[in-house]
């Protein structure tokens, strides 16, 4: 008789187990969605409709009321023109958002690390009110509860010079070019003025890593900036005019105008997400250990030499990643501007442009491939940064 | 002889005024230096400007007798909470409950049968936490779906379509969750499995969710869905937003899940594998019951996230309480106090959230002290 054999029976083979295992879910992922694709296909011929991407080329019957870069004519542009203007609305009110929270979000976070108990408990209670009330309502109510009935008729515009603010939206002076030339100058006093700067610090850093004298190359190189810009003004004269908007019959005309829609959902998501970035200011100065602000003050460090070349470089590491990801936050939760009626790809294309067509198997997969394309590249640029960052192990 | 000197110990001097009580405290957090005093007196004046009109029109001036707009209209500068008290069943349970108030005990028995049996799991020698929590997770839901909707027990029959307000949000948020957890664990063992397809399927499905900004996903479970499945198979619209919400997030459970499975040292995976225990009575046994111990902040944190997001329902139509607050207000007979259904709605779900952070945080400092050495 044999003793026990030294292997396992076949079906207890871990291999063999995974491989089965895999077969099974791609046999179920395939058999799913090929059954989804078949039923859509049956259920969209049953209402007359044929999926495909024919209709993109299709004139969209219906008005859009704000696309600042690209052109829209009613009865000429196609869905395809639609689908863009969705994609530049939503990166309009993102990229300004963004750098609004920023701004009010590092001011936030500081203002509650401050020795100050009022100005520290101001900042808490904006973080725990802003960031505990979902985005959606705070979107409404400042829109429809606040800016809406506040704010003035056009013809009682506050304001004035050029910049108005009605219930309608906000009005801008716009710079229109006149002259060709003073145009052409400005910029290219601007450039010249750049390239100066760039290479006057890197002149001076390297100076004084020779030979200890501080140059301030870009000081002078911020000077040589205004003085190109101010030489090529007096020389060619103004690079712009700029065209008031005035008050037309109904409302303003001319000028720069940003929608109130625009402005409300830029203002609730610009304060929502400020409070989550102030979390992560906090959160990543007081992650620098306290040692390091003594190492740094025994070293004889001024302040501002200190926060510059010790603290926030450190605390930088902490904040950069949650706040590259609360960026894409933002950039997702204006998908909500469906609310208020401003029109990003999701009330142009998934709500418009779906309700006309019907296609709303492409058009819900060309809205999250656009968002799927937004957080991979957020995710490249967080990878980025990590990698530049990263602490550089002994 | 002289007299022997005895020294008797005076009792200690009280320190300085100025270094004690709240001189010394307005001392050092108040006017500590010039910058410091110029902020104070400027965050008084921002308090003096905005502060006094706020609370008169909230609170002193604001009106809360009558049953009907005419004692808000007679008093416009003050706040009309009136209309959230005579709409407080209908913003609270929606329409159904709204318009028969009888019928109310049975969410308000749902909730509180809820809140019973969760108190348990707060204290630390409870023993049968597990079989508790099972229970809550897997048996209650039917028993609330019942008492809720009517039909099981003979009770007049709410029917889904008729759920709204705070009911709706807190069913919402606990049934995506609930339904999520087990996706969710799944795709994160899926995401640590040596077996690649398992793995890449894992990170596309997650990654495919974390890209999709919810009101998308609903907008796919509202128009999509039905067009999924054979003609005659129909869901009805709250049922839709539940699977939306649950795939949705079923990626963010994973992800919180995740981080407490590489917390886990890798000496458990080994010791389990050398017990000879199978994949699956490794990661139940071993594995599991400590990354999930992990792991609960970070669900929790995903599921105050879901509880604000669940009032993106009312985009779809669904009448949560964001929405519901809104209609009521939107109606002849309450148009122009939408300032306060927002405001009311705010504090619900501040209130909540705030409250579920609370706990969130205080359950990280615990966790925290636990694992430090």
């Known amino acids: ?34 059954t989804i694709y078949a039923n859509t296909v049956a259920n969209m011929e049953a209402r007359g409709i044929q999926i495909g991407f024919g209709f993109l080329n299709e004139v969209a019957p219906f008005g859009i009321a704000f696309s600042p870069f690209i052109d829209f004519n009613l009865g000429e542009s196609t869905y395809l023109t639609v689908f863009f203007i969705g994609i530049q609305n939503t990166i309009i009110v993102s990229v300004f958002g963004i750098i609004a929270a920023t701004i009010l979000g590092v001011t936030v976070g500081i203002m509650r690390l401050s020795a100050n108990w009022f100005v520290s408990k101001i900042a808490t209670i904006y973080i725990e009110v802003f960031r505990n009330i979902p985005v959606l309502l705070q979107i409404m109510f400042w829109n429809f509860a606040v800016f809406l009935p506040l704010l003035p008729g056009p013809r009682e515009s506050l304001g004035g010079g050029g910049f108005f603010l009605n219930n309608r939206g906000t009005y801008l002076p716009k710079p229109v070019v006149e002259n060709a030339t003073a145009n052409t100058a400005f910029w290219l006093a601007i450039a010249l003025g750049i390239i100066a700067i760039y290479v006057l610090h890197k ?50 005309t001319g000028g720069i105008e940003i929608p109130l829609p625009l402005f409300a959902l830029w203002f609730a998501l610009t304060t929502y997400t400020a409070a989550f970035i102030a979390e992560q200011v906090r959160g990543g100065i007081e992650a620098v250990t306290k040692g390091q602000w003594e190492a740094a003050g025994a070293l004889g460090l001024s302040r501002s030499h200190l926060l510059k070349l010790v603290i926030i470089p450190q605390a930088m590491r902490v904040i950069v990643p949650p706040t590259i990801s609360q960026y894409l936050n933002l950039t997702k939760n204006s998908s909500l501007a469906t609310a208020i009626a401003y029109e990003d790809i999701v009330a142009l294309w998934t709500g418009t442009s779906l309700n006309q067509t019907g296609q709303a198997l492409i058009i819900v997969a060309m809205t999250v491939v656009v968002y799927e394309l937004l957080s991979l590249m957020t995710s490249i640029a967080l990878n980025i940064y990590n990698k530049r960052v990263q602490l550089v192990e002994r | 002889m002289t007299d022997t000197l005895i020294h008797t110990r005076l009792p200690d001097r009280a320190p300085p005024a100025s270094e004690t009580g709240i001189i010394h405290w307005a001392r050092t957090n108040l006017f500590s230096s010039i910058t410091n005093t110029i902020l104070t007196l400027a965050s008084l004046y921002a308090l003096y400007v905005l502060v006094p009109p706020l609370l008169n029109w909230g609170l002193l001036n604001a009106n809360l007798a009558g049953t009907d707009r005419s004692v808000c209209d007679a008093n416009q500068g003050g706040a009309c909470w009136t209309f959230i008290k005579v709409r407080f069943n209908q913003i609270m349970f929606g329409l159904f409950y709204g318009s028969n108030p009888d019928q109310i005990w049975r969410p308000v ?5 809820l809140v019973a049996l969760v108190i348990p799991l707060f204290f630390d020698r409870f023993n049968y936490k597990g079989m508790l929590s099972a229970f809550i997770l897997i048996v209650f839901p039917f028993i609330a779906f019942a008492l809720i909707h009517g039909a099981w027990l003979g009770l007049p029959v709410a029917d889904t379509s008729e759920w709204g307000g705070f009911l709706l949000t807190f069913v919402l948020a606990s049934v995506g969750i609930v339904a999520a957890l087990p996706i969710g664990i799944l795709l994160a063992l899926g995401l640590r499995s040596e077996l690649p397809i398992v793995r890449g399927f894992s990170v596309f499905y997650i990654e495919l969710w974390l890209g999709t900004p919810l009101i998308t996903v609903l907008f796919m479970a509202s128009v999509l869905l039905p067009l999924f499945f054979p003609a005659g198979v129909d869901f009805d ?37 050398a017990l000879g225990l199978s994949y699956w009575k490794k990661m139940l046994f071993i594995v599991l019951p400590q990354a999930l111990k992990i792991s609960i902040p970070g669900i929790v944190n995903t599921f105050i996230a879901l509880f604000k997001d669940t009032s993106l329902v009312s985009i779809i139509g669904l009448l949560d309480l964001l929405n519901m607050s809104q209609t009521a207000s939107k109606g002849l007979e309450w148009k122009g106090y939408d300032t306060e259904a927002y405001l009311f709605a705010a504090f619900v779900f501040g209130i909540c959230c705030y409250g579920i952070s609370l706990y969130s945080r205080s359950l990280e400092e615990k966790l925290d002290r636990g694992h430090k050495n």
């Open chain 1, 203 to 252: 002149f001076s850093a390297r100076r004084q890593e020779q030979t200890g004298q501080i140059l301030r190359g870009k000081l002078i190189g911020f000077g040589l900036l205004a003085a190109l810009v101010a030489l090529a003004t007096i020389i060619f004269g103004a690079p712009f005019a700029f065209e008031a908007p005035v008050l037309g019959r109904f409302n303003m």
């Open chain 1, 1 to 34: 008789m044999a003793g026990p054999k030294n292997t396992v029976a076949w079906h207890r083979n871990p291999l063999i187990r995974g491989i089965f295992a895999q077969l099974v879910l791609v046999l179920l992922v395939v058999w799913g969605i090929s």
């Open chain 2, 237 to 273: 619209k709250v049922l839709r937003a539940m699977i939306g919400i649950t795939l949705f997030q079923s990626a963010y459970v994973a992800e919180a899940v995740r981080g407490g499975l590489q917390a886990i040292p890798k000496g458990q995976f080994e010791a389990a594998d």
């Open chain 2, 109 to 113: 028995l749902a909730f509180f049968s």
